[in-house]
């Protein structure tokens, strides 16, 4: 199930994701409700301020673009350190938790579900399980999602975090990128919400699957 959309090498996934990364961050930031345009994000992450953003839009890009940067450069294997990481940079100066795993209960809008407090040893453990199972590098990023997710693993960032983590396997494995388009993020919501109801992620990752796994045009 599942099989991989594309397969380059990984410096070709690299410069992917580097000639994607405009569209990668807006995305993500919706997520967020940030209220920079596609132009306007392209704007931020060439260095400039966009007259009329608050300075909290103009930041959640920056920080996402810097997690980008992150997934891009860095080389080291997929491990909850780097999970950790990717989360440093997308809430810094938004969360004094960064990047550590959530310690406390929290509440899900919408929905009954109440996810339990992460304990840092199952969640390696669960996320290495995911790495080394016997599936293709997309079905893999995609679990990660759910688990990410579904976990609330950290306070702040659980989806711009997930995502970016996803890309990060991608990247490594050459196998494409995936990301919510603007369009997509009402059903993204709904088939959200449904997971955190039955516990069953099927349908979501069915879902990402068909409909957010990119592919190089040039394949």
């Known amino acids: 199930?599942?099989?991989?959309?594309?397969?380059?090498?990984?410096?070709?996934?690299?410069?992917?994701?580097?000639?994607?990364?405009?569209?990668?961050v807006y995305a993500l930031s919706r997520f967020e409700n940030d209220q920079a345009t596609l132009h306007e994000t392209e704007t931020i992450i060439l260095g400039s301020d966009v007259y009329g953003l608050t300075n909290d839009d103009m930041q959640i890009?920056?920080?996402?673009?810097?997690?980008?940067?992150?997934?891009?450069?860095?080389?080291?294997?997929?491990?909850?350190?780097?999970?950790?990481?990717?989360?440093?940079?997308?809430?810094?100066?938004?969360?004094?938790?960064?990047?550590?795993?959530?310690?406390?209960?929290?509440?899900?809008?919408?929905?009954?579900?109440?996810?339990?407090?992460?304990?840092?040893?199952?969640?390696?453990?669960?996320?290495?399980?995911?790495?080394?199972?016997?599936?293709?590098?997309?079905?893999?990023?995609?679990?990660?999602?759910?688990y990410v997710i579904g976990h609330r693993l950290y306070w702040s960032g659980n989806k711009r975090t997930a995502f970016l983590f996803a890309n990060y396997l991608m990247v490594q494995a050459g196998v494409g990128l995936v990301l919510v388009a603007d369009s997509q993020v009402a059903a993204f919501n709904r088939l959200l919400t449904r997971y955190y109801d039955t516990a069953d992620g099927d349908e979501l990752m069915q879902w990402l699957y068909d409909n957010c796994v990119m592919r190089d045009s040039n394949q």
């Open 1 to 24: 199930m599942f099989p991989d959309k594309m397969t380059i090498d990984h410096l070709a996934n690299q410069k992917l994701e580097i000639k994607e990364m405009i569209q990668l």
């Open 61 to 146: 890009i920056r920080r996402l673009q810097s997690a980008v940067e992150l997934v891009i450069r860095n080389d080291r294997p997929a491990s909850l350190t780097v999970l950790n990481a990717i989360n440093a940079r997308v809430v810094k100066d938004e969360s004094m938790a960064g990047g550590t795993l959530r310690t406390g209960t929290v509440k899900i809008s919408g929905t009954h579900y109440v996810p339990p407090i992460p304990d840092e040893e199952q969640t390696r453990a669960d996320i290495q399980q995911i790495l080394t199972a016997p599936q293709t590098a997309t079905a893999k990023a995609l679990r990660m999602i759910l």
